[in-house]
Each structure stands twice: as C-alpha cells, then as structure tokens.
T-cell receptor, first 114, second 112 residues
C-alpha cells in the first residue's frame, strides 16, 4: 500500500527517557513533515525536510531532533522527555513546494509521558 | 498572521440533514486548501483539495467551496449519516510557506 507509515502507534514512557518515532513514505514525495497535535486537538508544524535538508524548524525545544537518512524517511528523536511532551505526533509528506496534490498524513503516534 | 478559524467548533445534527462547516482565513495568498477528516484516536484522511484557482471541488456527498476574496471555505455534506461523525479539519497551504496551517476543527455528531 502506498502510504505514510509511522511506528510505534502508541508510546508510553517515563519522564527523562529518550525515545524515537519513525516515519516512512513510499509515495515518492520530496518533502516530509512532523506535526504535533496537542490535548486541544490543535495541529501545529514542528519540522520539515526537503530531500533530506531541513527547511522548517519551528520553535521546538532542542530536545527534539529530527533526522532524515533519505527522502523517504524522517525520524523524530526526543531526549529527556517531559510530561508536556504528551501529544499525538503526525508525520506527513507532500510532493514539495508548488504541490498540487496536497499532503498525506500518517496515522499518528500517541506519546504519553508518565 | 496566517490564522485559520473553523465555526462551529462542535455541532450535532439528526441523520439525513445537510451539514455546513465553515472555515475562514486571514491571508488570501493561498496555494491550496485541504479538508481532512479525523476520527477519534485516528489519523487524518484527506477529503478534498481545492487549488487557489478553483472555486469548488466535489466528491460524492461532499462539496467544498473556496472564496479567496472573502477568506472563506465551506464544506457541505449532503444527507448526513452516522458514519459522518468525526472532526473535520480545514488546512491551508499559503504561498511561500511550505507548511499547512490548520484550524481547530469542526466536531460533528450525526444522530441516528
């Protein structure tokens, strides 16, 4: 199936731990994104990569570090997790700037920090 | 600031009624506008994409219109069904800004 796939779907971890979320797309898109959906269900962009190059880095704590080994993958590593990091994290992709086809989202990773 | 507002935040309708969901935006320099559906605990499913040069898009019972001059988009869902119960998100891709700006969503409940 052509899609944006994220793993894991659920992640429960203790404060202070380090965790990673993986994302892969097989749509041949050039651009990938990480969005965060907070407890009020509001979606906001965190990062964007175009062909492995970071192009958007919103006001996100340095504890969050994206990594794109190739244009089909964009992983998110989070150090020293805090309670406030609990949210749903969505990966997305698009053909790139000037995109007439819209964005495709993964199914999300629900992170719970206890 | 490129804000996206969705009204109403939540609504309930009896099955069979038509749904009208509104999205307004403050900057008319948009590349395209995309409507998504999100079921509880699930990801985002793209419903309709309207390019800047288009006035509307249709897919089955869904119709989305775009009026850039007034900064509005409307999603119509005809003859609503209980399966239409979900949150509907309006998202805008602005020119020169390679990201989507989301509204907070319209949470819809269709009562059988």
């Amino acid at each position: 199936d052509t899609a944006v796939s994220q793993t894991p779907k659920y992640l429960v971890t203790q404060m202070g731990n380090d965790k990673s979320i993986k994302c892969e797309q097989n749509l041949g898109h050039d651009t990938m994104y990480w969005y965060k959906q907070d407890s009020k269900k509001f979606l906001k962009i965190m990062f964007s990569y175009n062909n492995k190059e970071l192009i958007i880095n919103e006001t996100v704590p340095n504890r969050f570090s994206p990594k794109s080994p190739d244009k089909a993958h964009l992983n998110l590593h989070i150090n020293s997790l805090e309670l406030g990091d609990s949210a749903v994290y969505f990966c997305a992709s698009s053909p790139g700037q000037g995109n007439p086809y819209g964005y495709t989202f993964g199914s999300g990773t629900r992170l719970t920090v206890v | 600031k490129q804000e996206v507002t969705q009204i109403p935040a939540a609504l309930s309708v009896p099955e069979g009624e038509n749904l009208v969901l509104n999205c307004s935006f403050t900057d008319s320099a948009i590349y395209n506008l995309q409507w998504f559906r999100q079921d509880p605990g699930k990801g985002l499913t793209s419903l309709l994409l309207i390019q800047s040069s288009q006035r509307e898009q249709t897919s089955g019972r869904l119709n989305a219109s775009l009026d850039k001059s007034s900064g509005r988009s409307t999603l119509y869902i005809a003859a609503s069904q209980p399966g239409d119960s979900a949150t509907y998100l309006c998202a805008i891709h602005y020119y020169g800004n390679n990201r989507l700006a989301f509204g907070k969503g319209n949470q819809v409940v269709v009562i059988p």
